[in-house]
């Protein structure tokens, strides 16, 4: 059995646009974040169909590997809450489906009205040489600025979810109805 | 005819994500809606690199940098979660409301 790229990008597609929907609709958040690992591997998938397989194996490692792992870490910290599902307005239901679709119907638009100078010329390159080449000559300034960037964000990340940041809710009340308390003799 | 197919593909992805960022009523949710957009974003560059920069590459080295920020982001947005659930004990989007008045 032969499998042409076309059937795999459609099977992928479809894989792809199925487990993001249930990422939005699951009613359980740790339901979410297993469809959300699926999409990510599709995505993987589609980048290698186009000829960028480094990318692909840097969505592996990265998203799935790293950053899917995290959420689902965030999830088992965060006690689960009961299903308080307010139960919106109608017009507030309908403008929330009203936006998305308007906005893809423009895209849609937009995308088969324009004509795409499309290269003729297959990419034959090696991908990986072809991006440490440019890491390493033409985007080297942005190359270092992002690990600089991730550095700050990795000791934000700590000092942010450091245990001392807690407020302490009490002594903000006892503050505020002292405070009132001496106002009101004035 | 086959980049438009993935131009399609990724505009479909941001609408989920967009739906879902403004629907969530979780915010652990609105940030996986949050990641499906980045991914969507990611997947353009890459589509684009292939069909109109096939000898250099360069959409794919912007798509590099793409996830390393989203690596960033999602480390601030984890240990901001965290934070919000210690302080709130609740990770309802309804119940953050410190910088609302």
């Known amino acids: 059995m032969d499998f042409s790229p076309e059937f795999i990008l459609i099977f992928l597609e479809i894989?792809?646009?199925?487990?993001?929907?249930?990422?939005?609709?699951?009613?359980?958040?740790l339901e979410a974040a297993?469809?959300?690992?699926?999409?990510?591997?599709?995505?993987?998938?589609i980048y290698i169909l186009l000829n960028a397989d480094f990318v692909a194996a840097a969505q592996i490692v990265v998203y799935v590997g790293a950053i899917n792992v995290l959420i689902i870490f965030a999830i088992m910290l965060v006690q689960q809450q009961l299903n308080s599902e307010t139960s919106s307005s109608g017009i507030k239901q309908l403008v929330q489906?009203?936006?998305p679709i308007f906005l893809f119907s423009i895209f849609i638009i937009v995308i088969t009205s324009t004509n795409w100078p499309i290269q003729s010329t297959l990419a034959t390159v090696e991908t990986?040489?072809?991006?440490?080449?440019?890491?390493?000559?033409?985007?080297?300034?942005?190359?270092?600025?992002?690990?600089?960037?991730?550095?700050?964000?990795?000791?934000?990340?700590?000092?942010?979810?450091?245990?001392?940041?807690?407020?302490?809710?009490?002594?903000?009340?006892?503050?505020?109805?002292?405070?009132?308390?001496i106002e009101s003799k004035d | 005819m086959i980049l438009e197919n993935y131009i399609i593909l990724s505009a479909t992805l941001f609408c989920i994500g967009l739906y879902g960022l403004i629907t969530a009523a979780n915010i652990i949710r609105?940030?996986?809606?949050?990641?499906?957009?980045f991914?969507?974003?990611?997947?353009?560059?890459?589509a684009f690199s292939n069909f109109m920069d096939g000898q250099e590459i360069k959409g794919q080295v912007i798509s590099l940098f793409i996830?390393?920020?989203?690596a960033a982001e999602a480390a601030i947005g984890l240990a901001l979660i965290l934070t919000i659930y210690r302080n709130r004990q609740t990770t309802d989007t309804n119940n953050i409301d410190w910088l609302k008045w």
Request: aromatic share 8%; proline share 2%.
């Open chain 1, 97 to 99: 489906i009203i936006i």
């Open chain 2, 67 to 70: 996830i390393a920020i989203a």
């Open chain 2, 39 to 46: 991914n969507a974003i990611n997947l353009n560059f890459v």
């Open chain 1, 128 to 181: 990986t040489q072809a991006i440490g080449k440019h890491l390493f000559t033409d985007y080297l300034l942005p190359f270092e600025v992002v690990s600089i960037l991730l550095l700050l964000a990795l000791i934000g990340a700590i000092v942010i979810a450091r245990r001392d940041l807690v407020i302490e809710q009490k002594e903000l009340t006892t503050y505020s109805t002292s405070q009132l308390s």
């Open chain 1, 15 to 29: 894989f792809i646009i199925v487990t993001a929907l249930g990422v939005v609709l699951s009613p359980k958040v």
């Open chain 2, 30 to 37: 609105a940030f996986m809606s949050l990641e499906i957009i």
């Open chain 1, 34 to 45: 297993f469809f959300l690992s699926g999409t990510l591997s599709g995505l993987a998938g």
